[in-house]
């Protein structure tokens, strides 16, 4: 939907199984159009589309392309975003590390990524800005050599000369998104601005980086890093790098007593990783790469297991997971607030709670469509507050 300053705002479809096109586009009519008629059931209705690579390859026939170009102009849909971090299959089955894979390194990651953004410039309104996320180049644990980070960089490089051929030659402005996460290549404020800065070092006084390559700012991502929204922004404009898309997300928090730390095993499940980052009194961080390993060490049974622990478990931003929980919706709050301040910042906002299927029943009692229109209440709500809506 189109907001005030130029804002657009969707939920992202990745939230609902679809690993071909056929399911891809079945979600889209079973559940899409019903969180339309909820929400914005008399104007245009933006869609933040999940699309794996087989999804992609199958949309590109141009008899299927032309049939969805038709059913967004019926129904009143515009695309101005694509998730493309997941590559593959996303739901169902054990995802957690694999995610990143193909990473930046292969050319298949950067081929999908062509054909997200050729797709997407077919599908969009003329004119209309858009994006693409992506994953932060790789996973830490798969870098091991200085060859593979300037592989890294090297590929999201061509990717950013298709994108700005593409852009000329279309007239609109397209940006890729890089999107920083717990042990990825770079994870926060500070690692993502090192890698933008040996990419200008590489491709200096070339514009078409600042151009068309940017950060897809995870609120959840950030808050895990116990990072203040509006630190983190101010920097990454002072270091000119652009915001291509803000996904609108909540982390869960707790206040780390005996119960609590009971209770949190409810969330550590096999399909999605879920890092742990602990913050101690002296402000110093103890990371795990999954929830499991946080719960079951040592640490975790310590009479000192931290002051407070930020799990990578996208929770509904309107919920209250209960006693000894909470979530990082002030991170949120703060990112509107910034944007107040700042119009122009980033046009795209995209609310990513792609973990329904896994939560605990207690969060899970609703439809998955309630659960979204309770998101954008919600999102809604707090846009209003700082006169965004």
Not at 102 to 114: C, G, H, K, M, N
Not at 173 to 191: K, M, Q, S, V
Not at 216 to 242: G, I, K, M
Request: some cysteine.
């Amino acid at each position: 939907m189109i907001l005030k300053q130029g804002l657009h705002l969707a939920y992202c479809t990745n939230v609902h199984p679809g690993e071909d096109w056929a399911q891809t586009f079945a979600s889209l009519e079973q559940h899409t159009l019903r969180i339309k008629e909820r929400v914005e059931p008399r104007g245009a209705y933006g869609i933040g589309l999940r699309l794996s690579d087989r999804a992609a390859c199958e949309l590109g026939d141009p008899a299927t392309l032309l049939d969805f170009q038709r059913w967004l102009g019926r129904n009143d849909c515009y695309i101005f975003t694509i998730n493309g971090f997941p590559f593959g299959r996303f739901h169902g089955t054990r995802v957690k590390e694999r995610v990143y894979l193909p990473d930046w390194t292969e050319d298949r990651r950067l081929d999908y990524t062509i054909r997200l953004f050729d797709l997407l410039d077919c599908l969009a309104p003329p004119g209309l800005e858009c994006s693409v996320s992506t994953l932060p180049g790789s996973f830490k644990d798969f870098i091991t050599t200085p060859h593979q980070e300037r592989a890294v960089r090297d590929q999201v490089w061509r990717c950013v000369e298709h994108v700005a051929r593409l852009s000329e030659r279309s007239g609109r402005r397209l940006h890729l998104g890089l999107e920083p996460e717990p042990f990825g290549l770079f994870e926060n404020t500070a690692e993502t601005i090192a890698f933008f800065s040996r990419l200008r070092e590489e491709h200096a006084c070339d514009p078409r980086l600042n151009e068309h390559l940017g950060v897809n700012y995870d609120a959840c991502h950030f808050a895990l890093q116990f990072e203040e929204p509006a630190d983190a922004l101010a920097r990454f404009r002072s270091h000119e790098v652009r915001i291509s898309k803000i996904h609108v997300s909540n982390a869960l928090k707790i206040t780390p007593d005996a119960w609590a730390l009971s209770a949190l095993s409810a969330f550590a499940e096999d399909v999605y990783l879920h890092q742990v980052i602990i913050r101690h009194a002296d402000g110093a961080l103890t990371r795990f790469r999954d929830l499991a390993p946080a719960l079951e060490s040592g640490f975790a049974q310590s009479p000192a297991p931290g002051d407070e622990w930020r799990v990578h478990f996208h929770v509904p931003l309107h919920c209250e997971p209960g006693s000894g929980f909470g979530t990082t919706s002030d991170h949120v709050s703060g990112v509107f607030r910034f944007l107040k301040g700042q119009p122009g910042l980033c046009p795209h906002l995209e609310m990513e709670t792609y973990t329904w299927a896994v939560m605990p029943e207690g969060l899970r009692s609703r439809d998955v469509v309630d659960q979204i229109v309770g998101e954008y209440d919600w999102t809604l709500a707090r846009l209003g507050e700082c006169g965004l809506v």
